[in-house]
């Protein structure tokens, strides 16, 4: 290989021989422990008792190959390329050095370094890293042929048949991409990359219970996986389990050199109304944050909330220019100038919405007071538009919400049913039922508990609803006396339900 490589290896091994030295750290033992550590998936403890092993043997070809293993575990693509290089030039080579040498390469985004070193690999792990390197250059036709390639030698390969179903999801073909999710679970349920696009699969899908579920498998099976994290703290953060989601950042243990996790931490704090952390947590990670955009829309929003629109609108407002059809950005960069007292400015930004027959509410809301704000000759009509939102904005909410229920798509349905809930005057029992079941799918359960008692409220004596209330109060542990009695009682006016006689079975169990 041409590239050489940063001393970081070099530099690890002096640090580990110096705590050697000073410790009296046994190399034999930390070898052995660093094999364990890497069995069972715990990467980071692997890399500390392999500086340690490797500072008194810095040549040997096993420890030397088990560090860019466990590297490559890491997503670290130069300390694995490191030690490959110094593998390479012993006698003593693993049979896939050229595969661990391309997967290397693409660690570092050097798509023709990782070609060259598959050479004319024929099997299904070299295919499916020829794969990763077309999709890599955007060539998503040639990588599906690659993976295709992959499976016909070994249709049980469950790294390609994660990375495959991968692709279908980038392509938009979710019901694909469960399929070959699915497949590469049944091959092997343990993989990570199995366990990560279940997740994502199950993302696209709205099912943020089994996602989040997959996640949280992942994080468990692989001790401080940067996108094990990432996913498990997304739906915590979208289903607005803040408390969960503090402690799942609190205990993170990994190691990670981007701007990932300031950037969770600063949505954290935005849950939580924090908006000047926000603003401060983003502004010491502004470089590892630049070409993120949700990251900057955040930062935007933050800086609205403590009075600095301006600087709001400048962010904002480039980007809206890029992606002019950006509901977020034209949303929040009027927000800003609303409260930056350019209310006419504001009303530019936000027009579009009153032309939109499936705009929400919220949006329609703002454009009125940005309207009345600026004496806009159209504030009455903005004003009519939000009380008023258009038939088909609500029918397409109704049918969303549907669709989603019907195939128990919870997240998505939760979306549906809070645009409804907007739009109408939020007493129907069934959408506030609805909603109940979907957010106690997705483990909201103190949500679907407080819609649960809005929808009793309306129709105290609909079976479905006495069900899902006592079900509810039944699972939180909550008043058993009373779950017991809305549950006999669903049963009673609904003999011939089965879901509700299984509640009250299960119920009476204990």
Not at 304 to 326: D, K
Not at 361 to 373: N, S, T, Y
Not at 392 to 419: H, V
Request: glycine share 8%; charged share 20%.
């Amino acid at each position: 290989m041409n590239r050489k490589f940063p001393s970081a290896l070099a530099l690890s091994a002096l640090a580990m021989a110096l705590m050697v030295g000073g410790c009296g750290a046994d190399p034999k033992a930390a070898a052995a422990k660093a094999r364990d550590e890497y069995a069972a998936h715990n990467y980071l403890a692997a890399q500390t008792d392999l500086g340690i092993a490797m500072a008194a043997n810095p040549n040997d070809a096993g420890l030397l190959e088990l560090h860019a293993r466990n590297a490559l575990a890491m997503g670290d693509g130069i300390a694995a390329g490191a030690s490959l290089e110094k593998l390479a030039a012993l006698a003593s080579k693993p049979a896939d050095l050229g595969r661990l040498l391309a997967e290397a390469a693409l660690l570092r985004g050097q798509t023709q370094e990782a070609l060259t070193a598959l050479g004319d690999d024929k099997s299904a792990a070299g295919l499916r890293l020829k794969g990763l390197a077309l999709l890599t250059g955007d060539n998503r036709a040639g990588a599906e042929q690659a993976f295709q390639s992959a499976l016909a030698v070994d249709p049980k390969h469950a790294p390609t048949l994660a990375s495959f179903a991968r692709l279908k999801l980038l392509n938009g073909d979710t019901a694909a991409a469960r399929g070959l999710a699915d497949q590469a679970l049944a091959a092997d349920g343990h993989l990570l990359d199995a366990l990560l696009v279940d997740g994502q699969v199950a993302t696209a899908e709205g099912q943020l219970g089994k996602a989040l579920a997959a996640y949280a498998k992942a994080g468990k099976e692989y001790p401080g996986n940067l996108p094990a994290l990432t996913g498990q703290a997304g739906i915590l953060g979208d289903l607005g389990r803040t408390d969960e989601l503090a402690a799942l950042l609190s205990g993170f243990q990994g190691k990670t050199t981007d701007g990932t996790l300031a950037y969770l931490k600063a949505r954290l704090a935005s849950a939580k109304g924090d908006w000047t952390s926000t603003r401060d947590i983003l502004q010491a990670n502004e470089d590892k944050l630049k070409d993120r955009d949700d990251a900057q829309v955040l930062y935007a929003q933050a800086l609205t909330q403590i009075g600095q629109p301006e600087q709001a609108r400048a962010r904002l407002a480039p980007m809206l220019a890029r992606h002019p059809e950006s509901v977020v950005l034209r949303r929040e960069l009027g927000k800003a100038q609303l409260a930056g007292d350019d209310a006419a400015g504001a009303v530019q930004t936000l027009t579009p919405f009153a032309r939109s027959k499936t705009a929400s509410v919220e949006d329609l809301r703002l454009l009125a007071k940005a309207a009345e704000a600026a004496g806009d000759p159209n504030a009455a009509f903005f004003a009519a538009r939000a009380r008023y939102p258009s038939p088909q904005s609500l029918g397409q909410a109704l049918s969303a919400a549907d669709a989603a229920m019907k195939a128990s798509n919870w997240g998505n349905a939760i979306t549906a049913y809070e645009q409804i809930l907007a739009l109408t005057d939020g007493r129907s029992p069934l959408v506030l039922n609805n909603m109940a079941w979907a957010q106690a799918q997705v483990g909201n359960k103190d949500k679907a508990l407080q819609f649960a008692q809005r929808a009793i409220q309306v129709a105290p004596e609909d079976p479905s609803i006495m069900d899902t209330m006592g079900w509810l109060l039944h699972q939180t542990g909550g008043n058993r006396d009373r779950a017991l009695d809305l549950l006999r009682r669903a049963a009673q006016k609904a003999p011939q339900n089965q879901t509700i006689a299984r509640h009250l079975a299960e119920a009476q169990r204990g």
